[in-house]
């Protein structure tokens, strides 16, 4: 067990420790810790990244930020892959437009509204793949 030492005992320790600043840690391109810190690695997705995917349907949705549009795709996109009519008229009601370049159906995405255009986009995929499952004469069931 340790004595208390009284205000009147001198310490027997001699030596006053004294804190020298560490090295500078440097990585792999000469630079240190502190000039790193600034330096962001950006991590990119693909473009356009795919949200949801129903096999049996043929139906895919998906988002490209950097052309700032969500997009539903039937298939792949070939002309026998062309949904009915009546998957059509619902895409149009919904603001899609045909792109013919690149095969989809797109809606843009304005920063105001990007996240209700989300949620807009999520629903009419699960209702374009309801009207396809039942036309095609398969389950219910929409995976998302």
């Known amino acids: 067990m340790s004595k208390k030492r009284t205000p009147d005992e001198k310490s027997t320790e001699n030596t006053t420790a004294v804190a020298e600043p560490p090295a500078p840690e440097t990585g792999g391109n000469g630079q240190s810790f502190a000039d ?3 330096q962001k690695k950006r991590v990119t997705a693909a473009d356009p990244f795919g949200i949801a995917t129903d096999n049996l349907a043929g139906v895919r949705l998906f ?3 950097q052309d700032r549009q969500m997009a539903i795709k ?4 070939r002309p026998e892959d062309k949904p009915s009519q009546a998957v059509i008229d619902t895409l149009k009601e919904a603001g899609y437009r045909w792109n013919p370049s690149d095969r989809v159906w797109t809606h843009p995405v ?3 509204s990007a996240m209700s255009t989300r949620i807009d986009a999520e629903r009419l995929y699960q209702e374009v ?3 396809i499952r039942q036309e095609k004469g398969i389950g219910q069931e929409v995976p998302f």
């Open 36 to 38: 790193r810190v600034g």
């Open 63 to 65: 988002e490209s930020k």
């Open 74 to 77: 039937f298939g792949e996109g």
């Open 110 to 112: 304005w920063s105001e």
């Open 129 to 131: 793949c309801k009207l």
